[in-house]
């Protein structure tokens, strides 16, 4: 998660060291300048009356010991915890109330899309990995596959075994 500590204001910038790439031969550490969406979000999280080093917290109901020890500190979110309040929140929009549950765009397909995204606007692969915080292009390659019309690719075969 990412420490409000990280958050320069005045450089209008958060420096972010994803813990998922410190295990590679080249971590990921990037600097990312804010735009001014992610700056409001940002400085809102920073003014919240909720102590907590992190940004993104919140003020459980209950505290349960297993739950407590789970994470960096009582008040911290665990990365399960965006998944499912992102799910929830694309379910509370109805944006996607025609399409089936199960058929609903997660927040990784969602993140893979813009990955994509920027792939398509012309970024070089190295910033794209830098964003997703990947430290092997690989991972990006494959967050980008599948989007687009070649997307699919269907192989032709014939159903006319003699029996």
């Known amino acids: 998660m990412w420490p409000k500590s990280a958050v320069d204001l005045e450089q209008n910038t958060i420096k ?33 009356p909720v102590v907590c080093p992190y940004l993104i917290h919140y003020s459980p109901k209950a505290r349960k010991r297993s739950q407590l020890d789970a994470k960096l500190h009582w008040n911290a979110v665990t990365p399960d915890y965006l998944t499912k309040s992102f799910a929830q929140a694309r379910d509370d929009s109805e944006a996607y109330k025609d399409m089936p549950a199960g058929e609903r765009p997660t927040f990784h397909e969602i993140r893979a899309l813009g990955a994509w995204l920027y792939e398509q606007q012309g970024f070089p692969q190295e910033y794209i990995q830098g964003l997703m915080g990947h430290a092997d292009v690989k991972m ?24």
């Open 16 to 48: 972010v060291s994803p813990g998922k790439t410190q295990n590679y031969g080249k971590p990921v550490h990037l600097e990312i300048a804010m735009g001014p969406a992610l700056r409001e979000v940002v400085a809102e999280c920073m003014r919240s």
């Open 140 to 163: 990006t390659e494959h967050y980008q596959a599948g989007h687009g019309e070649d997307a699919l690719v269907y192989m032709k075969v014939s159903a006319d075994l003699k029996v």
